[in-house]
């Protein structure tokens, strides 16, 4: 299985880290930490799976530790995935899912239609209230062509039967429309708010 | 630059700067007060009794008005218990119980006459509160629907915009003050009113019962605010023997006042604020009560120009007051710290003795004739005290020397510059 390479790894997590770091922040704050000239980007698709209690719904491939030299530090058991890109149909293949989780098929399809050659697929797991649904709030790719993929988080049905206080966990698969030998790395937003997009976003140039 | 755009341009650069102060004052190290250490207890006993500043209005709302009020909030809400924990969702359910009991903690106030028009404005946010209950319920049971609120929301603001169209300074023959400050009040609320009911607002909830409850709760909040102005007003017209007329008054002394604050509509530039002086102000109370009261006359100047080029009047008229009295207050505050007032105190002495001298003064200016102009006023000296006081009660502040002093320094110099003021727009309105 090829998995994400571990410099890319790297960039996702400090991107992330980087957008969690100000989520606390004014708006103003927050923009000004992605550099201007970016361009949205719509032509994506996005599907999510879900599980409950205390697996989440990617079974494998569990996160790569990168320290394959340093056995004797090596966790026995690696934490399950959090960020992931999908480059190539070998990285499809190996997606294992938890009994309970939802919406599987239509991940697995996605997974699979998925054209390499000019696409790939970015995957967020994460942890969730149960009474919350992640959203994909929308894509940017800034000038080095990396993209920028802020989620965010929204109040399910008020029929949904839920706890407050409870979490499930979610995994959010997002095709886009380039392929991962476009990109050296991504950020990724995961505050609570599903704030506007950056009106310097909608007033300029979408990507394909 | 066209006049508009000027203004346009300045609102802009001013909100920035609002927020420089608002948000980072507090931040900075304040170099200059490193040295000093005061003592803390000191600092705690410094809050104490501050006079009470009663409403600017000659007639208040009627008993039966205030009770509308509640009544609006109880059968909202009412039977509204049971229908919450029916809903599935825990942090809707949540939401929901939330503001319900909000709203309930509001009823709790007292009814008494000389305070019916504070309780009156105390209840405009909990009866939207108490619709944002029973409206998210309404959704939830699939009876109601964002497009019904919109049609609500056009025809409230339609009402809340027709009741300030045409609308008539009547007042007695013999008090234009207190139709003044009447219509003042009445007609700010009737302004809230529209703007709370307009549709460019951004929301919160994408969850379809919360947001219907949202947009629900910020129309039962204009509509509250315009409902009570037109009611207001009804009594108050009702109470006038021989009604007059003010309009042409009003438009004449505003006419006056705000050509006079309209060299103040540009935002301050703090760095032309702190020059011209001997010695380097910066990061001492100097600086900072400086800014304050520019800050007071910039906002009671663009308030006053925005509403006289809407024709409001009245509303014109008391914060082109603000801003006079706050010009006065800074001009005479430049004189004291040319003598080398306010620079970082050694001890908590003159922080307290700045304290002692700003009550003392508001106490004199509520003394003042005539008490419903100076009530409009008092507030602005008021504030800046309990203010402080709260901040230190709740041990938020962080640089009492700059801070405490400042605030205390603004409230005493605002107190000792609003008799002339007032002085001048009763002449102005009694001639």
């Known amino acids: 299985m090829a998995l994400m390479p571990s410099r890319r790894a790297l960039l996702a997590s400090v991107g992330t880290s980087v957008v969690t770091a100000l989520a606390g922040c004014n708006a103003s ?129 008020a029929h949904t039967a839920c706890e407050r206080r409870a979490r499930d966990h979610v995994a959010a698969f997002v095709r886009l429309p380039f392929p991962g030998s476009e990109y050296g790395g991504f950020s990724l937003g995961s505050g609570g708010s599903c704030d506007p997009i950056p009106e310097r976003y909608r007033n300029g140039s979408e990507s394909a | 630059m066209s006049r508009h755009t000027r203004r346009s341009l300045l609102a802009a650069t001013g909100t920035a700067f609002m927020g420089t102060l608002a948000g980072c004052s507090e931040l900075n190290p304040l170099s200059s007060e490193k040295t000093v250490e005061y003592d803390e207890s000191a600092l705690a006993t410094l809050p104490s009794d501050l006079p009470r500043v009663p409403a600017a209005i000659p007639v208040q709302p009627t008993s039966a008005h205030l009770t509308a009020a509640h009544e609006r909030v109880r059968s909202l809400l009412d039977d509204t218990d049971t229908a919450i924990s029916a809903v599935p969702n825990g942090v809707v359910r949540h939401r929901l119980a939330s503001e319900g009991e909000s709203a309930r903690a509001a009823l709790a106030q007292n009814d008494d006459e000389s305070t019916r028009v504070d309780a009156l404005a105390g209840l405009t946010y909990p009866r939207s509160e108490a619709m944002f209950v029973h409206a998210g319920l309404a959704a939830f049971d699939g009876d109601l629907t964002a497009a019904d609120i919109a049609a609500r929301r056009d025809r409230h603001h339609r009402d809340a915009e027709a009741f300030l169209d045409d609308y008539r300074y009547v007042g007695p023959s013999d008090g234009p003050v207190g139709a003044l400050t009447e219509h003042a009040r009445i007609v700010g609320w009737g302004r809230t009113g529209i703007r709370l009911t307009e549709t460019n607002r951004r929301y919160e909830y994408e969850n379809t019962v919360l947001h219907v409850a949202e947009l629900a709760q910020d129309i039962e909040w204009g509509r509250a605010y315009a409902v009570d102005a037109r009611r207001l007003r009804e009594h108050y017209v009702s109470t006038l023997d021989d009604p007059r007329d003010y309009g042409n008054r009003f438009s004449r002394v505003a006419d006056d006042l705000v050509a006079d604050i309209d060299p103040y509509v540009d935002a301050p530039d703090r760095e032309a604020l702190a020059s011209g002086f001997e010695r380097d102000i910066e990061n001492t109370a100097a600086a900072k009560l400086l800014e304050e009261l520019a800050r007071s006359r910039w906002s009671g100047a663009k308030m006053a120009v925005e509403d006289y080029d809407a024709g409001r009047n009245a509303l014109a008229i008391v914060s082109a007051m603000r801003a006079l009295a706050a010009d006065r207050a800074l001009a005479d505050a430049r004189e004291a710290v040319s003598d080398g007032a306010y620079s970082v105190p050694e001890s908590v002495d003159p922080i307290e003795a700045e304290r002692t001298a700003a009550v003392e003064r508001l106490r004199t200016l509520l003394d003042t004739a005539p008490a419903l102009l100076v009530r409009r006023l008092a507030v602005y000296a008021r504030n800046p005290i309990r203010n402080a006081d709260r901040d230190i009660r709740e041990d938020t502040v962080s640089s009492p020397g700059r801070y405490l002093y400042a605030q205390y320094a603004v409230a005493n110099r605002f107190a000792a510059a609003a008799p002339a003021i007032v002085r001048r727009v009763e002449d102005a309105l009694v001639s």
Do not use: W
């Open chain 1, 29 to 157: 704050e927050t923009d000004s930490a992605t550099p201007d000239g970016g361009t949205l980007v719509t032509d994506y698709t996005v599907t999510m799976t879900r599980s409950t209690g205390e697996h989440p719904p990617i079974v494998a491939p569990r996160e790569d530790t990168g320290d394959a030299g340093n056995a004797e530090e090596t966790s026995s058991t690696p934490e399950p995935l959090s960020i992931h890109t999908i480059e190539s149909e070998s990285g499809a293949s190996g997606f294992e899912f938890a009994d309970d989780a939802t919406n599987v098929a239509t991940v697995r399809r996605l997974v699979s239609e998925t054209a390499y050659a000019s696409e790939s697929v970015l995957v967020y797991q994460t942890r969730i209230g149960e009474c919350y649904r992640l959203k994909l709030n929308y894509i940017t790719r800034d000038p080095d062509g990396d993209p920028d993929v802020d989620f965010c988080q929204v109040i399910r049905d």
